[in-house]
């Protein structure tokens, strides 16, 4: 699946859960449900990094299983926030990159 197929996808998602869940979600919901999963993305690093008490406990759930769930949570959020602002995820993307490429490339890097 191509990054723009993901993004449509995505998007039918959130439009499928505004009839779920009732109303559409704002981008302050989104920006509080964005830092909550950034949070729980920095538990698992934590543990992952045994930044945290060996004797903890924890579920049974692989480690990168669950920094790959955190971070698809948080790729999730960031699109229903460029959703509400109408913001081509992919070309922001695409632009950032090849403005980094030439900050690079005239550091000699």
């Known amino acids: 699946m191509k990054f723009k ?8 998602i959130i439009e499928r859960f505004k009839k779920v869940e009732g109303k559409p979600w704002e981008a302050e919901a989104s920006m ?7 949070g729980h993305l920095a538990n698992e690093i934590m543990i992952c990094e045994k930044y945290y008490c ?4 924890r579920n049974s759930i692989p480690i990168k299983e669950k920094i790959e769930d955190e971070l698809a949570d948080i790729f999730f959020s960031v699109i229903r926030i460029a959703k509400h602002y109408n913001i081509d995820l992919e070309k922001a993307h695409l632009d950032q990159l090849k403005e980094a490429d030439e900050f690079l490339k005239k550091q000699g890097a």
């Open 5 to 12: 197929e993901a993004i449509k996808l995505a998007e039918d």
């Open 32 to 38: 509080i449900e964005l830092s909550k999963q950034v």
């Open 54 to 57: 060996p004797g903890m406990k």
